[in-house]
């Protein structure tokens, strides 16, 4: 099982970027797909997540409103739009897939209720 993640890079304050999470060898369709992510020195939090089908999303209070989550089952991939940027949400961002249950997923799951993780990518946002 593989979770790539890419998309990162540096950004100004205010700048967009769309992180992308392709997976492999596993079926993608039946697992739900969340994206967290770690600043230097803090402990890994979690951004957002969406379920197997798409029907639900929850997104963590900091970034509501600026993050867009969404994935194609087809295509085996999951992305994060980030818009509004900001210079705290720099990061290194992590795709993850798991089965949570739906009660876990609409309360903001932990990073242990995912099963397989991606490499991580870098988002810096310049002030």
């Known amino acids: 099982v593989q979770l790539q993640a890419s998309g990162g890079g540096l950004v100004q304050a205010g700048g967009s970027l769309r992180l992308s999470c392709v997976a492999s060898g596993l079926n993608f369709g039946n697992y739900a797909v969340a994206w967290f992510r770690q600043a230097p020195g803090k402990e890994r939090e979690f951004v957002a997540t969406?379920?197997?089908?798409?029907?639900?999303?929850k997104y963590a209070d900091a970034v509501k409103g600026r993050f867009t989550i969404s994935r194609e089952n087809v295509r085996k991939s999951a992305y994060l739009q980030m818009n509004g940027l900001k210079p705290e949400d720099t990061a290194v961002y992590y795709c993850?897939?798991?089965?949570?249950?739906?009660?876990?997923?609409?309360?903001?799951?932990?990073?242990?209720?995912?099963?397989?993780w991606g490499q991580g990518t870098q988002v810096t946002v310049s002030s």
């Open positions: 969406i379920t197997r089908s798409g029907n639900s999303i």
């Open positions: 993850a897939a798991g089965t949570p249950i739906l009660s876990t997923i609409l309360s903001g799951p932990p990073a242990r209720a995912f099963n397989f």
